[in-house]
């Protein structure tokens, strides 16, 4: 990484960072990158305040630009506040700089205003986005040129999220998360199967959009059980004694990547909801199945068929682990964020 730099995000809670490095929880990208990887790093949370806020949003973007005003390379961790902070160096600066911006939720009608419409990607260098189908939207729709969007994917702490092979797998079937998720398709999938489903519906995005695809809890199938799970300790342990990992989605967004990960990381096969976004993360009938949106049945099936096949899925959970360590460790994503600072201009 070159020197004069800064990273500028939401960042994470200290907290949640010195867990991570004193391993007791997994390593994110923020915690992993703010140990002297930038020369400055600015981060939200680590100031206490709220990205979901307009108004903290443009105090934090105004003085993070006066702060990195003289800095050469700036990685923008999110949209918000990077969007914001575009904003203040296209109206107060007439200095190009290398700014790398990371898209997320490249289907928001407000990232396609503000980048294209009102012309903010112009202050950007290079574009980074988490799957194939987002970059081609980004060329497309955005009108980025194809050389100035790379695709990084997602990342998981392979060494937190492992196999625990001194716990039973049991007859059970988990999910995780509470952003975009279609809890009611799985729900209906597993009411009369012949396992246990536990839903962790908890989530580390607290400034998400509301979700629209969350079920309603009442009357609950005796096989489910759906409530917080409290820790990334007793999450992984969920994880370890489940045969499959589900991840039922809502809407055609990216999103349930981290918990698709973490399964996989697991050792798990992981069932995950089709959409374009979200293609290129498992591999159907490899690593586990994509099964078509709102289709309790198809869900049915798959699930059926991983409890009712235990070393074909276990191998598929073996299959699963090698990808996560090979494409989606942090380290690997760390170093696809860092690859357009390394490059020449």
Same mark, same amino acid.
Request: overall charge positive; glycine content about 6%.
């Given at each position: 990484m070159p020197q004069d730099s800064a990273y500028i995000g939401v960042g994470e809670p200290v907290s949640r960072v010195n867990d991570a490095l004193e391993k007791k929880g997994p390593m994110g990208e923020f915690a992993a990158m703010s140990r002297g990887v930038f020369s400055q790093v600015l981060s939200m949370a680590q100031q206490g305040l709220n990205p979901a806020s307009n108004v903290d949003c443009a105090r934090f973007a105004l003085a993070a630009w006066r702060e990195t005003r003289e800095r050469q390379n700036i990685f923008l961790a999110e949209e918000f506040p990077a969007l914001q902070f575009l904003a203040c160096d296209a109206l107060l600066s007439r200095r190009r700089r290398r700014i790398v911006l990371l898209v997320h939720n490249v289907s928001s009608?407000?990232?396609? @205003?503000? +980048? &294209?419409?009102?012309?903010?990607?112009?202050? $950007? =260098?290079?574009? @980074?986005? +988490? &799957?194939?189908?987002?970059?081609?939207?980004? $060329? =497309?729709?955005?009108?980025?040129?194809?050389?100035?969007?790379?695709?990084?994917?997602?990342?998981?702490?392979?060494?937190?999220?492992?196999?625990?092979?001194h716990t039973p797998v049991q007859r059970k079937v988990c999910a995780a998360g509470a952003v975009n998720r279609d809890y009611g398709t799985l729900i209906e999938a597993a009411t009369g199967l012949d396992a246990e489903v536990k839903i962790a519906a908890d989530t580390i995005w607290r400034y998400s959009v509301a979700d629209k695809g969350k079920a309603k809890t009442e009357a609950l199938p005796p096989n489910v059980e759906m409530r917080s799970w409290g820790s990334y300790t007793h999450l992984r342990q969920l994880y370890a004694e489940s045969r499959v990992v589900v991840v039922p989605l809502a809407r055609p967004i990216i999103s349930g990547i981290t918990v698709a990960l973490e399964g996989m990381a697991m050792g798990?096969?992981?069932?995950?909801?089709?959409?374009?976004?979200?293609?290129?993360?498992?591999?159907?009938?490899?690593?586990?199945?994509?099964?078509?949106?709102?289709?309790?049945?198809?869900?049915?099936?798959?699930?059926?068929?991983?409890l009712d096949h235990p070393q074909e899925a276990e191998a598929m959970g073996q299959r699963a682990r090698e990808k996560a360590e090979r494409d989606f460790s942090v380290e690997r994503y760390v170093e696809r964020i860092l690859e357009p600072f390394d490059t020449a201009r």
């Open positions: 009608k407000k990232r396609w @205003l503000a +980048l &294209s419409k009102l012309g903010l990607k112009r202050r $950007v =260098e290079h574009f @980074l986005c +988490l &799957s194939p189908h987002s970059q081609r939207v980004l $060329v =497309e729709q955005y009108g980025i040129a194809p050389e100035r969007v790379s695709v990084i994917y997602s990342r998981v702490d392979t060494a937190w999220f492992q196999p625990q092979p798990k096969p992981v069932i995950l909801t089709r959409n374009p976004y979200v293609e290129g993360f498992i591999e159907d009938g490899a690593t586990g199945f994509y099964v078509e949106p709102a289709n309790p049945a198809q869900l049915r099936d798959r699930i059926r068929w991983l």
